[in-house]
């Protein structure tokens, strides 16, 4: 039995803000307590305190190492109407327990780590999950509710060593007012999804999902496309909704509206940010008044080791996160606690009772009651002590000759537990299950919960292959059974389905079958691009043999031309497992993994100057960032090409035309033909600050510019900055193995970026969404042109069509003789994830203006055109609202165009055609309402010689938004 004596500590009063009828003073119902994470209740603690029960469970391995970013490395529960519930990482779940006896009550799985502490209001709780869904359950019972998907999209990616969704819910649930506000994705480039939801319904209040596309300022005073990175816990602030972004500052949004109020990355460099953040403001002693609530930071959580030594953010009060008050009590993490032992990583006040956290993974229950305390011990913690030794006897050959290097296996249609069990018993594996049959998972959740493994080791997916687009090349060993499980038609589905998904260089997929459909798959698929097609032990294997056709490996020598990475490109996998000081030598990318060597940097206030010395090589994966030992590396790579480390290396690494190290010309590499004059020109683009002055690759031009960027020569791309990250002051954006490599160059760097991490991108279809900087330029004899109205930033397509955002937001754009009346249009947009249907390109439908009444365009080179006007109706509520009619240069183009009536869908896009237009210089087009107000997308104008895009059929959608 442990005594607790707490005195009194009357430093200062938070402002705090309670919820009418929705809360009771006895309950800590989210993060921090209120909607202002203020950590601060009126509720006061006995006098005298005793440990009633403790839950030991695993240690949570945070996302990220970068303790910037750490918003997820302890548990964090909430407790309302004597249950406490708890997110957690270790087992893609939330767990209740009774606050009184400590015993679980019930526990509910998700299909991705649950990084944020969940939110109780009224009856529910609410919680969102990596695998981009936010949830509203049942608080007693555990029963889900309702389900939100925050983006209309089944893409999974490998996010800090987990599959999820690309778009994880990492902007912690708040609420206020029976409103839910979250945010979804990590990647501004990939899209933002910021929403405000009903909490009974769970139907959409606002969405801003315009927030992952700014232009604007960076650290240095760069300027580069980046946007809001939601990682950490939303704060309500008055009249504003606070939205933390990683390492970088929060931005401000009206909470009633979702429309942006203020957001930038510092304009000085080295300035850290951190992902905490708290409103209101203290009132001084003897002052009775306090004054408007503010943002308040954790000088501690923005802090970051620069090479020269620790820098700190602005306007940060040390331990402000480690601090609680309950009353007039203010209670501290770095006291000590008789019964607590451990690190203590958070602190709440609820029923009656303090509730102690500790980094090790106990949750302590503390109240005034003496009784003897209760220990409930966790399945994975207990396993975790164990001496376990690894059994894998039972592992068929066929299936451990294949795991020697360790990876991803994923399993389709879940067999015995046998041949599970001998998986997880092999050394550095994680295991992913498929299986349509729910209930058959739903019990096999359970049961390998209590035999002791955390999702990290093995998880699930419940569902049919067509529930999800898998990552490509991520998974060492696929083992397909039955095709029904899996929910296809037949074992040639299956192979189709899942061989994209092999890792190159001898991943392999066994597929459980008969000889006779064994000779069916080896004719049907003989022709497989690397596949190597075998039969032995009941299993047809096709082994994707040696390097991905058209790709190349990189050993130096600032050439690569690997033909796959084109733009667009998404996010493959991210992580930061690997990290490299920023001036460390470039790494080298080998048969599909990483060889880099970073530098001992962190000598320098010790007096041990640039150049630094090389450390150890470090060994990654190129497909999937996972971290590998030496011995694993050379299972997958005869020969590592390595740095003789006791050689004198230079303080940075340049190409030999880079003359100035520090401040470089700006890049101009050959000739282009200008796809609006059709005439020859230097290939010259933006680029912003960086001392990487960028690498010709042979395809590909990759550099710094504020944030890691490139520019595809084959496309004629513009600037494309993969925003989120800096790169290297040595070029460290490489394409090699067939994707476009970004690893973690930002050790010793303590700048506003708001991910410090690795990825590695892939190329995806042209409607991907993605845009660019063109960079300005005079433009006459226009001869093609794309005007994408509302959009926000510029676009080029294979064919040759420059798509310039109007009005031009997205940097600078080449000037046109271009006007569009009245000056009060009003611009739309939304993701271009959200179109369906329809034909054209998804990310010109996706935007557009209202109220339009002409646009001219001049100088125009006089011939013979096509001209494609793109429309879609984003105000989609009743039949005739909208009717217009377009001409075109005086004369009758469209009669009475009612988009409503023609897509039948809010989110379908229409596009008309119009062939052999004899332009004579001058493009001008009216619109005339007879109901509401005219609207166009875009406007594509090409000249009948000049090859045309393909309007792509766009699919209806996979998933509903809410469900």
Not at 437 to 462: M, N, Q, V
Not at 513 to 537: G, Y
Not at 650 to 656: D, F, I, T, V
Request: glycine letters at 8%; aromatic letters at 10%; one cysteine or more.
């Amino acid at each position: 039995m442990t005594n607790l004596c707490l005195h009194p500590i009357i430093l200062f009063v938070l402002l705090v803000q309670f919820f009418s009828g929705s809360t009771e003073a006895n309950d800590w119902p989210m993060w921090r307590m209120n909607p202002q994470r203020s950590a601060a209740t009126t509720e006061t603690l006995p006098e005298s305190l005793h440990v009633q029960w403790v839950h030991q469970l695993p240690p949570l391995e945070p996302a990220f190492k970068n303790a910037r970013l750490q918003f997820d490395a302890g548990y964090e529960p909430v407790v309302k109407n004597g249950i406490l519930f708890y997110g957690s990482s270790s087992t893609n779940s939330v767990t209740a327990i009774d606050v009184e006896t400590g015993r679980e009550l019930w526990r509910f799985y998700t299909n991705g780590p649950v990084r944020l502490a969940p939110v109780a209001w009224n009856n529910s709780l609410f919680f969102g999950s990596d695998d981009g869904c936010l949830y509203s359950i049942e608080a007693q019972t555990g029963k889900l509710q309702w389900k939100f998907r925050a983006v209309p999209s089944s893409r999974l990616i490998l996010g800090n060593r987990h599959l999820t969704s690309v778009w994880p819910v990492r902007g912690g649930p708040v609420i206020e007012n029976d409103t839910i506000y979250f945010a979804a994705g990590v990647w501004p480039f990939e899209g933002v999804f910021i929403y405000a939801l009903d909490t009974k319904t769970g139907a959409t209040k606002w969405v801003n999902d315009r927030l992952g596309f700014i232009y604007g300022q960076h650290p240095h005073a760069a300027e580069a496309f980046g946007g809001v990175t939601p990682q950490g816990y939303l704060v309500i602030s008055e009249n504003e909704l606070i939205v933390p972004c990683g390492t970088a500052f929060p931005a401000r949004l009206n909470k009633e509206t979702g429309e942006l109020i203020e957001f930038e990355l510092p304009k000085p460099g080295r300035t850290p940010g951190g992902w905490f953040t708290s409103a209101g403001k203290a009132a001084r002693r003897g002052e009775t008044k306090l004054e408007k609530t503010e943002l308040q930071f954790d000088r501690d959580v923005n802090s970051a080791r620069h090479e020269n030594g620790q820098n700190y953010g602005p306007d940060g009060k040390r331990g402000l996160r480690q601090q609680i008050q309950a009353g007039d009590q203010r209670l501290a993490y770095n006291k000590p606690i008789p019964g607590v032992s451990g690190t203590i990583h958070s602190l709440l006040v609820a029923a009656n009772r303090l509730f102690v956290v500790t980094l090790e993974g106990n949750i302590y229950c503390l109240g005034p009651e003496i009784k003897e305390p209760k220990t409930y011990i966790s399945p994975i913690k207990e396993r975790n002590k164990r001496n376990h030794t690894p059994n894998s006897a039972n592992t068929p050959a066929i299936i451990s000759e294949r795991l020697s290097a360790g990876g991803y296996v994923f399993i389709a249609g879940i067999p015995d537990e046998t041949l599970i069990d001998g998986l997880l018993n092999h050394q550095g594996l994680q295991v992913v299950a498929l299986d349509t049959d729910l209930d058959r998972i739903a019990t096999l959740r359970e049961e390998y919960h209590a035999k002791g493994w955390s999702a990290s080791k093995f998880s699930f997916l419940p569902g049919s292959l067509s529930d999800f687009e898998l990552p490509a090349y991520f998974a060492q060993l696929i083992i397909a059974s039955e095709p029904q499980q899996s929910g296809c038609d037949s074992r040639s589905q299956l192979v189709s389905k899942l061989y994209p998904s092999l890792r190159p260089y001898g991943g392999s997929l066994l597929v459980k079958c008969t000889e006779q459909t064994h000779s069916r798959l080896a004719e049907k698929f003989k022709n497989l691009s690397q596949a190597r097609i075998s039969r032995k032990d009941g299993y047809t294997v096709f082994e994707k043999v040696g390097a991905l056709p058209g790709s190349s490996n990189y050993t130096g020598g600032w050439s690569s031309p690997d033909e796959l990475v084109k733009a667009p490109v998404g996010v493959l996998w991210y992580d930061d497992s690997i990290g490299n000081f920023k001036r460390a030598p470039q790494p080298h990318f080998v048969d599909g993994v990483m060889i880099s060597h970073s530098k001992y940097w962190q000598g320098y206030p010790a007096g041990i100057r640039p150049p630094y010395k090389l450390l150890a090589p470090q060994f990654s994966d190129v497909y999937t960032g996972r971290k590998l030992n030496e011995i694993q590396a050379k299972k997958l790579v005869a020969e590592l090409p390595m740095f003789d480390r006791n050689q004198k290396q230079p303080s940075q690494y340049r190409p030999p035309y880079q003359k100035n190290d520090w401040s470089p010309a700006p890049p101009v590499i050959g000739e282009r033909t200008n796809p609006l004059t059709g005439q020859s020109e230097p290939r010259a683009f933006p680029k912003s600050y960086g001392c990487d002055g960028g690498v010709d690759y042979s395809y590909l031009y990759t550099m710094r510019s504020g944030t890691a960027a490139f520019y595809d020569k084959r496309v004629e791309s513009g600037t494309i900055h993969i925003s989120g990250p800096r790169s290297g002051c040595t070029n460290s954006i490489v394409p090699a193995n067939g994707l476009l490599n970004v690893p973690y160059y930002f050790q010793g760097c303590t700048c506003s970026y708001p991910l410090p991490v690795g990825l590695s991108l892939i190329s995806l279809p042209e409607t991907h969404e993605q845009w660019m900087v063109w960079g300005k330029s005079e433009v006459k004899d226009l001869q093609r042109v794309g005007l994408n109205f509302g959009a926000p930033g510029d676009r080029m397509t294979h064919r040759g069509t420059l798509w310039l955002d109007v009005p031009s937001v997205g940097g600078p754009s080449p000037e046109l003789e271009l006007a569009v009346e009245p000056k009060t249009v009003q611009p739309f947009y939304e993701h271009a994830l959200w179109i369906e249907g329809g034909r054209g390109w998804p990310w010109v439908g996706a935007s557009g203006i209202t109220g339009v009444e002409k646009i001219s365009l001049k100088n125009i080179k006089p011939d013979e055109y096509t001209l494609r006007l793109y429309f879609r109706e984003p105000d989609f509520s009743v039949p005739k609202k909208r009717v217009f009619s377009v001409n075109l240069n005086g004369k009758p183009l469209i009669k009475d165009l009612d988009i409503f009536q023609e897509t039948a869908s809010q989110q379908q896009i229409l596009v008309r055609e119009f062939s052999q237009i004899s332009l004579n210089g001058n493009l001008d087009l009216t619109f005339t309402a007879s109901a509401g107000t005219p609207l166009v997308c875009g406007v594509e104008l090409v000249k009948k010689s000049l090859p045309l895009d393909s309007l792509v059929e766009l699919p209806p959608p996979k998933t509903e938004a809410a469900q």
